[in-house]
């Protein structure tokens, strides 16, 4: 039962794209949840003996206090003194009255959901490592791991060669992303897709040299003998079949042109070659290692060279996501909440703040587990996950050296191989923060364990680990009764979590318009006015289910105010209302109220405050509280040309055209959409003045500017004056002055 549990959520997980919805997620969590009590209450409970294995336990148990720290509401007084970074947030931000408790956490929720996968991850890890305790089940899970590293390989280029805008061929994808240039397989991003095969693959390396037969090992004979002897051996079938597969997840890992990934598979290869050769009993293993590699080589890697090459040799001109600014941005995050961070899981919320490049990009996640770690749980969790992390590594190195059994040595050194390649993708990016990767690295790291500290020859319901304390009938009541509760409120969580998802996704159906083929919204009128009100109970239900989920609210707001505008408008044109459905005043009144609600469970989220600054404006004409929130959004994300385009136009709209003007200067200021890198091609397309170069020229924020400038003063020198003295920015001047027929 629990290993054919463990099997079915390792294929299930990179399936479900990653496992990053909110459905997909909270089933994992309940997998991973119920394999843990089943394995709990199926073995008892054992507390660690060795005291590496007491330190980590210590350490992890010492994180989720910080955790649960950061999400308990403190009063003023002890804020001020654990995070006085947080109390000024709020303070700035929240709506709440003086003097009321605050969190530590940005964002309570999201931090409560991340504590949540941490939990399911550190669950899967001991069902592992304390199930997996023979070959046979040890093999069946490093077997599942490379069948879904082939299987995913193999998806990935069917889907790259008969690619129709759906992931997997049926699942639709936003508009950008429609051309699947990024997509691989089910991981909608191609860095993601190369992390989990950085981590299958040096698990195959480790069976690879396993199931290298006897004769290659013989140093008594020539290279060509040994060859011979190879080919003719019983176990070729079986070796070649292994072979292919680490040569087809190379192939793929090298094709995604992740820099982050390939160099990973290269750390780690090379780590496994190293660490093996200092084995007597593996070091005959060198040549199917050294065929391996060369094998790798000429098929993968020279092949795509050329285009490897530039992704390495460009990487300081990489203008859409340059991680050194992202880095040292987030910085700032650490040096304001140096102590216990601000919140797990809330690094979207805090980054905004300190973002000062890639005005039309928002990011959720640092591209670094090592600095969100940081942002998020301070440099005391940063030290806690730290310790643990080097300890389980030290005692690890320590068990393999002192292992003599070659299954365990072979499989112990792909283990810790896939771990160091999730250590060295961790410097480049968030695959810890992808439940589908960071569950792969759970289950891998436990099977490591279980390998090198699995007695040789152990049989179900065999010893327990070297180092377990005895259990004693006292303790195993004792952790029985502690654990009923937990196991309820581990289960209900994300039971909860699921049903609340499933309501929200009821709404799209619910409004989809049929008569169309996208997923368009059905228009109001009295015949759909049912269909409204189903989706706001729907709605309810999601946000009764989980109170503290700010989308809940905002979604609600949003439908509210959509009904609110068409009542506003039936009832000016004096028809009746349909029967039961509430007036305009009413229904715009629920939409401020439901967006209050929002942006005080979430307060720095820019996006919150400009809506209900538009309510503010629109719905009760007050707009000194409209300028108050969109003033509040604008320094929730100071640098973001959308944010200030939209608030730029409301302030357009409300005739205060010296605020439009004031937010145009700045848009222009921030805004690089209209850059073009210097090349040869650029040149052309500017003398040639082409469609595609002036489509770019008219869709940046800095012609947007111009237009906001240009309507609120009426003035076309002062237009012209918010632009930036460059000869990018006079182009787009250009295309202006001639979109308004105006002679420069």
């Not at 399936?15 to 199926?42: D, K, N, Q």
């Not at 209900?612 to 409209?626: E, S, W």
Request: hydrophobic share 50%; proline share 6%.
């Amino acid at each position: 039962m629990l290993s054919t549990g463990i099997v079915l959520l390792v294929i299930f997980t990179p399936l479900a794209f990653g496992t990053v919805e909110p459905w997909s997620i909270s089933i994992m969590e309940l997998a991973a949840f119920g394999l843990f009590f089943l394995h709990a209450g199926t073995n008892g409970v054992r507390l660690p003996g060795s005291r590496p294995a007491r330190a980590i336990l210590f350490l992890f148990l010492l994180l989720i206090v910080l955790v649960l720290l950061q999400v308990l509401p403190l009063p003023e007084g002890v804020l001020a003194l654990v995070s006085p970074g947080a109390l000024g947030i709020w303070r700035q931000f929240g709506s709440a009255p003086p003097g009321s408790p605050h969190t530590v956490s940005l964002y309570p929720d999201a931090t409560r959901r991340e504590l949540l996968r941490v939990l399911a991850c550190a669950a899967v890890f001991v069902v592992v490592a304390g199930h997996f305790r023979t070959r046979a089940r040890i093999m069946l899970l490093v077997k599942t791991i490379l069948f879904m590293g082939g299987l995913l390989s193999l998806v990935a280029i069917a889907q790259r060669l008969t690619w129709n805008g759906r992931i997997l061929w049926f699942y639709p994808v936003e508009e950008s992303l429609r051309s699947g240039a990024g997509i691989w397989g089910p991981y909608v991003n191609r860095n993601h897709f190369a992390g989990y095969l950085a981590l299958a693959l040096p698990i195959g390396l480790g069976l690879l040299v396993h199931a290298t037969p006897e004769a290659l090992s013989r140093r008594d004979l020539s290279v060509g003998r040994r060859l011979g002897k190879f080919l003719a051996s019983a176990g070729i079938a079986r070796y070649a079949g292994i072979f292919l597969l680490v040569l087809l997840m190379s192939l793929c890992l090298v094709s995604t042109l992740s820099r982050g990934g390939i160099t990973a598979f290269a750390v780690s290869t090379g780590f496994f070659a190293w660490i093996t050769q200092r084995r007597r009993s593996l070091r005959g293993k060198v040549l199917p290692l050294v065929l391996a590699a060369g094998a790798i080589v000429a098929v993968v890697v020279l092949p795509t060279w050329d285009r490897i090459a530039p992704r390495f040799e460009n990487m300081e001109q990489n203008k859409e996501v340059h991680r050194l600014y992202l880095l040292k941005d987030a910085c700032g995050i650490v040096k304001d909440f140096p102590l216990f961070g601000t919140g797990l899981g809330t690094f979207e919320q805090s980054y905004r703040r300190y973002q000062t490049k890639f005005p039309r990009l928002l990011f959720d996640h640092a591209h670094n587990d090592y600095v969100e770690m940081a942002t998020d749980t301070g440099i005391v969790g940063f030290l806690l996950a730290g310790g643990m992390a080097v300890i389980f590594f030290l005692t690890i190195i320590r068990g393999w050296r002192r292992r003599h059994d070659r299954f365990a040595t072979c499989i112990g050194a792909g283990g810790v191989s896939s771990c160091l390649a999730m250590a060295v993708h961790g410097g480049a990016d968030f695959n810890l923060h992808i439940p589908a990767n960071a569950l792969a690295f759970a289950v891998i790291a436990g099977l490591t364990h279980a390998a090198i500290f699995t007695p040789s020859g152990s049989a179900p319901g065999g010893p327990a680990p070297a180092g377990a304390a005895p259990r004693s009938a006292a303790t195993t009541l004792l952790f029985g009764l502690a654990a009923a509760p937990l196991a309820c409120l581990l289960l209900y969580l994300p039971a909860r979590g699921f049903l609340a998802d499933y309501h929200f996704r009821q709404v799209e159906r619910i409004l989809d318009d049929a008569t169309t083929e996208e997923l368009d919204i059905k228009p109001l009128d009295d015949g759909t006015m049912p269909s409204y009100r189903n989706a706001v109970d729907a709605l309810q239900r999601a946000a009764a289910l989980e109170p503290l989920n700010s989308a809940y609210p905002m979604a609600l707001s949003d439908l509210y105010a959509t009904m609110g505008n068409w009542a506003q408008t039936m009832q000016s044109l004096e028809a009746p209302l349909p029967s039961g459905a509430l007036t305009g005043a009413a229904a715009r009144g629920r939409a401020v109220a439901l967006a209050e609600r929002a942006t005080a469970l979430e307060p720095t989220n820019p996006d919150l405050h400009l809506a209900l600054g538009r309510l503010y404006a629109v719905a009760d004409r007050d707009f000194a509280r409209a300028d108050a929130q969109i003033r509040l959004a604008l320094a929730a994300h100071p640098v973001n040309a959308p944010l200030r385009y939209s608030a730029a136009a409301l302030y357009l709209q409300a005739g205060r055209n010296a605020d439009a003007l004031e937010q145009a200067k700045v848009l222009a200021r921030i805004d690089d959409s209209y850059l073009i890198p210097e090349s040869p091609r650029k040149t052309a397309q500017v003398e040639r003045r082409t469609a595609a170069y002036l489509a770019v020229l008219k869709n940046s924020y800095l012609f947007r500017a111009l237009e906001i400038a240009w309507r609120a003063t009426g003035d076309i020198d002062l237009a012209q004056g918010v632009a930036p003295r460059t000869d990018d920015a006079r182009a787009v001047v250009e295309v202006f002055l001639e979109w308004r027929g105006i002679e420069g």
